[in-house]
């Protein structure tokens, strides 16, 4: 029989055919034994889960700080632990008063409202509290909000708290922002091993 002509009149010795199935056999294999070897490497660990989280949290809380500073609205971050998310309202009428309305939402939409990420909790897990921090609680502002003033700082003068995040399959994965009176955040690494906060 004579090999087929292709379409550029040329003789193919295989003519037509394309793979065989063992060709395709053996691509399939190379093509798991690669997937088994990088997979492993692109899963995030919970700590490091908890970790961005963290410092996406303290970017969130300095926006909304530079936010009430340089606008001069007060400003206030509602944590909901049973929803797991954090909002900003903003006082967008300056009538000095925060009401926790749609309309304070929409005036900041930067911000908005923020759903922790996936497998993330409030919650101190196996940690002990930051120092000068001695609450157990997983966020220990009063009412669980944060209150900003025209001048970017806690209100009432004073205030200081923590915000800690747990992962939700590791205990050990927690990290802390804590908020100083001056209107500056931290993000705190607990390490389990040496049992203390970096």
């Keep these: 029989m004579r090999p087929k002509a292709n379409d550029n009149g ?9 793979f065989t199935v063992v060709e395709l056999v053996i691509v399939m294999a190379i093509l798991v034994i690669m997937v088994g070897i990088v997979a492993p490497r692109l899963q995030v660990s919970p700590s490091r889960r908890v970790e961005g989280m963290a410092h996406q949290m303290a970017a969130h809380l300095e926006m909304a700080r530079s936010n009430a500073l340089g606008k001069r609205l007060k400003t206030e971050i509602v944590f909901d632990e049973n929803a797991r998310t954090y909002t900003a309202y903003v006082d967008h009428n300056r ?22 990420e996936r497998f993330v909790d409030f919650g101190q ?7 000068g921090d001695p ?5 220990t502002l ?3 909000q944060l209150d900003l003033s025209v001048q970017g700082v806690p209100e009432p003068w004073g205030t200081m708290g923590t915000v800690y995040l747990v992962h939700r399959d590791d205990a050990d994965a927690v990290m ?13 690494r607990w390490s389990p091993g040496g049992q203390e906060w970096r």
């Design 125 to 131: 897990g196996n940690a002990s509290p930051v120092p």
């Design 135 to 139: 609450s157990l609680d997983a966020v």
């Design 142 to 144: 009063t009412s669980a």
């Design 95 to 116: 009538d000095g008063n925060v009401t926790q309305i749609d309309a304070e939402v929409s005036a900041f939409p930067e911000f908005g409202s923020r759903e922790l």
């Design 176 to 188: 802390a922002i804590s908020i100083a009176s001056s209107g500056s955040f931290k993000a705190w």
């Design 10 to 18: 040329m003789r193919s010795p295989r003519g037509t055919q394309g």
